[in-house]
Antibody
């Protein structure tokens, strides 16, 4: 059964770094891409970046300078790190499998506030 | 970035009614290999998005056949032939022909 689960801190201070983990099961990271997608409350979806099955990465240029996506295939985990957080980075962060994204995690809510 | 414009922003329907949602792109979504990377998602209240349609008109796994997609180039449509209560939520189109991938602003389907 394919599952993805995001985890990370619910509250981050402005200017700090956000670190999220997507733990997957039911498929291999070496066979499928994993995307990170953000959603501001009540708003649309914003594609942030992608970890390809071969380990390559693609990023939305809106985030390139402060976003990093990596993985640990032995632990079936994909990581998102984004620095210089601002209040506008508040939202729900999803990881999703494959292209197009077919299975999604439940999302993790992140609030940027002092 | 490619802008996807969805209309209407809100759609009120009765159970059993057929409805359509439009998604218009600021650029053609046909790539040089002849593929059109246009997808449709449904996000029910409090849930993650669910893939409904891929590559313009192909039904996602387990998606009822009352959903259908059509279109080409810059103009795409999602049709629901006979709305059911479980179809309520926000519908998004997404394109992956041009980087970065982008989503429409969403169309909220509610009961009349």
């Amino acid at each position: 059964q394919v599952q993805l689960k995001e985890s990370g801190p619910g509250l981050v201070q402005p200017s700090q770094t956000l670190s999220l983990t997507c733990t997957v099961s039911g498929f291999s990271l070496t066979s499928y891409s994993v995307h990170w997608v953000r959603q501001h409350s009540g708003k649309s979806l914003e594609w942030m970046g992608r970890m390809w099955s071969d380990g390559d990465t693609s990023y939305n240029s809106a985030f390139t300078s402060r976003l990093s996506i990596s993985r640990d295939t032995s632990k079936s985990q994909v990581f998102l790190k984004m620095n210089s957080l601002q209040t506008e980075d508040t939202g729900t962060y999803y990881c999703a499998r494959n292209h197009p994204p077919d299975y999604w995690g439940q999302g993790v809510m992140v609030t940027v506030s002092s | 970035d490619v802008v996807l414009t969805q209309t209407p922003s809100t759609l009120s329907a009765t159970i059993g009614q057929s409805v359509s949602i439009s998604c218009r792109s600021s650029q053609s979504l046909l790539d040089s290999a002849g593929n059109t990377y246009l997808y449709w998602y449904l996000q029910r209240p409090g849930q993650s998005p669910q893939l409904l349609i891929y590559l313009v008109s192909n039904l996602g796994s387990g998606v009822p056949n009352r959903f259908s997609g059509s279109g080409s180039g810059t103009d795409f449509t999602l049709k629901i032939s006979g709305v059911e209560a479980e179809d309520l939520g926000v519908y998004y189109c997404m394109q992956a022909t041009h980087a970065p991938y982008t989503f429409g602003a969403g169309t909220k389907l509610e009961l009349k």
